[in-house]
């Protein structure tokens, strides 16, 4: 063979190799609009400077768990998910679909992000996704009726019945939501599950006992002692007064914020002040990160475009591109002149991640039933209706 025709068949090989090394990976979202727009300019960056070609597929959110489950075994999954909820992350591992990724962060990156982030997606002392963003509920309030958000229960109680009146309110918010009053069962001392060297105990269930009942007083109290919150008060009613100017504070989450804004509403956010008899109110943190397929066949260029998504340039990027509360602490100063990011990012701060284990999924129902009950009426058990809330979760989880 001559020499020329030698050369060129190696470099042949060469390139054929180095294409086969660069590949291709598959990303499910349930993104849209913006963010998706987002995504797909930072896949085609990333094919620019790696090679790597990258396909995203839109996958309805609901359909994303159940689908990678029970896919990836068989080949029939993405190779990366952007992005699951940390409430996902125990049962997707149990079931061995998630590749651990701590074995693709440096300490260095892992110690630039929020604790609350990567203790929620941490499953038995293993990160099995790297944090995207993360939200929480807050006190937002409207400044054209509070000039400045209270501080101590006092001035909070004093500005919530100075304004309701008629037709219009101080305070509301989804009374016997679970995951909105949570804060308040942390100020008292409760938590949903202990916790052991290895992460979340579910054998020890701690929303009950005094701590329990402390709380579900304080619920009750805000519509029967205070006043604040009448009968017939859901998500949506309150909602709806906020956007419409008839309401001073709500219990929310970022998610309305757009909302607000397109109402017109000159609105300030902070943590809820600490209630009456109580210590430091800290609500549910929900956190989405970008998981990996632990069937992946080419893991090494997933997990560069998965860290390349966490980056601090690319979480401030996709905050403007949706509005999204970053994790990474860089990103949190360079966008600390935003109202909504630097209000947000107090809040998360001072929370705690829902458990991640699947033993949660029994908890919601009975506690959701027991703080309906609680607020039906005036004259209600609290300490009955805790105990009995107890003993179902436990029921529950033991399979009985």
Same mark, same amino acid.
């Given at each position: 063979?001559?020499?020329?025709?030698?050369?060129?068949?190696?470099?042949?090989?060469?390139?054929?190799?180095?294409?086969?090394?660069q590949g291709k990976i598959t990303v499910w979202?349930?993104?849209?609009?913006?963010?998706?727009?987002?995504?797909?300019?930072?896949?085609?960056?990333?094919?620019?400077?790696?090679?790597?070609?990258? &396909?995203?597929?839109?996958?309805?959110?609901? $359909?994303? /768990?159940?689908?990678?489950?029970?896919?990836?075994?068989?080949?029939?999954?993405? $190779?990366?998910?952007?992005?699951?909820?940390?409430?996902?992350?125990?049962?997707? *591992? =149990?079931?061995?679909?998630?590749?651990?990724?701590?074995?693709?962060?440096?300490?260095?990156?892992?110690?630039?992000?929020?604790?609350?982030?990567?203790? *929620?997606?941490?499953?038995?002392?293993?990160?099995?996704?790297?944090?995207?963003?993360?939200?929480?509920?807050?006190?937002?309030?409207?400044?054209?009726?509070?000039?400045? =958000?209270?501080?101590?229960?006092? &001035?909070?109680?004093?500005?919530?019945?100075?304004?309701?009146?008629?037709?219009?309110?101080?305070?509301?918010?989804?009374?016997?939501?679970?995951?909105?009053?949570?804060?308040?069962?942390?100020?008292?001392? @409760?938590?949903?599950?202990?916790?052991?060297? /290895?992460?979340? #105990?579910?054998? /020890?269930?701690?929303?009950?006992?005094?701590?329990?009942?402390? =709380?579900v007083s304080f619920i009750k109290d805000l519509?029967?002692?205070?006043?604040?919150?009448? &009968?017939? !008060? $859901?998500y949506g009613v309150a909602d709806s007064a906020?956007?419409?100017?008839?309401?001073?504070?709500?219990?929310?989450?970022?998610?309305?914020?757009? $909302?607000?804004?397109?109402?017109?509403?000159?609105?300030? +956010? @902070?943590? %809820?002040?600490?209630?009456?008899?109580?210590?430091?109110?800290?609500?549910? !943190?929900?956190?989405?990160?970008?998981?990996?397929?632990?069937?992946?066949?080419?893991?090494?260029?997933?997990?560069?475009?998965?860290?390349?998504?966490?980056?601090?340039?690319?979480?401030? *990027?996709?905050?403007?591109?949706?509005?999204?509360?970053?994790?990474?602490?860089?990103?949190?100063?360079?966008?600390?002149? #935003?109202?909504?990011?630097?209000?947000?990012? *107090?809040?998360?701060?001072?929370?705690?991640? %829902?458990?991640? +284990?699947? &033993? %949660?999924?029994?908890?919601?129902?009975?506690?959701?039933?027991?703080?309906?009950?609680?607020?039906?009426?005036?004259?209600?058990?609290? =300490?009955? +209706?805790?105990?009995?809330?107890?003993?179902?979760?436990?029921?529950?989880?033991?399979?009985?």
């Open positions: 063979m001559r020499k020329g025709v030698l050369i060129g068949a190696i470099a042949a090989l060469g390139l054929l190799g180095s294409a086969m090394a979202t349930h993104y849209g609009g913006p963010e998706l727009a987002w995504l797909k300019q930072t896949a085609a960056n990333f094919t620019k400077t790696s090679g790597t070609q990258v &396909e995203v597929v839109e996958v309805p959110f609901g $359909d994303i /768990q159940n689908k990678f489950i029970l896919g990836a075994p068989q080949g029939q999954a993405a $190779d990366l998910v952007v992005s699951i909820p940390h409430d996902w992350v125990g049962a997707m *591992a =149990a079931a061995g679909v998630l590749e651990p990724m701590g074995k693709y962060a440096t300490s260095s990156y892992i110690q630039s992000l929020s604790d609350v982030a990567v203790d *929620a997606l941490t499953y038995r002392n293993q990160l099995f996704a790297l944090p995207m963003f993360a939200e929480s509920v807050a006190l937002i309030y409207n400044k054209k009726l509070v000039k400045e =958000a209270p501080k101590t229960w006092d &001035e909070f109680l004093k500005v919530a019945q100075e304004n309701t009146k008629g037709n219009s309110y101080g305070f509301l918010y989804d009374l016997a939501n679970p995951y909105f009053n949570y804060g308040w069962f942390t100020a008292y001392g @409760a938590s949903v599950f202990g916790r052991t060297a /290895q992460g979340v #105990d579910a054998s /020890q269930t701690r929303l009950g006992g005094e701590a329990g009942v402390r =709380a519509r029967y002692r205070y006043r604040l919150i009448p &009968e017939g !008060v $859901d906020f956007k419409e100017g008839a309401l001073a504070m709500i219990l929310n989450g970022p998610w309305a914020i757009g $909302d607000y804004k397109k109402a017109n509403i000159d609105f300030g +956010i @902070a943590p %809820m002040p600490n209630p009456p008899g109580g210590g430091q109110w800290r609500p549910f !943190v929900g956190v989405q990160g970008v998981a990996m397929n632990a069937y992946s066949r080419n893991k090494n260029a997933a997990a560069n475009f998965a860290k390349l998504l966490v980056s601090t340039q690319n979480q401030v *990027a996709f905050n403007k591109a949706g509005g999204r509360l970053p994790v990474s602490k860089q990103a949190v100063q360079q966008l600390r002149n #935003d109202p909504v990011v630097a209000g947000f990012s *107090a809040t998360i701060a001072l929370g705690s991640p %829902m458990p991640n +284990i699947p &033993e %949660m999924g029994k908890v919601w129902g009975p506690w959701g039933n027991a703080l309906s009950q609680a607020v039906q009426k005036a004259d209600t058990n609290v =300490a009955q +209706i805790v105990a009995a809330m107890v003993a179902e979760i436990n029921r529950a989880l033991s399979g009985r």
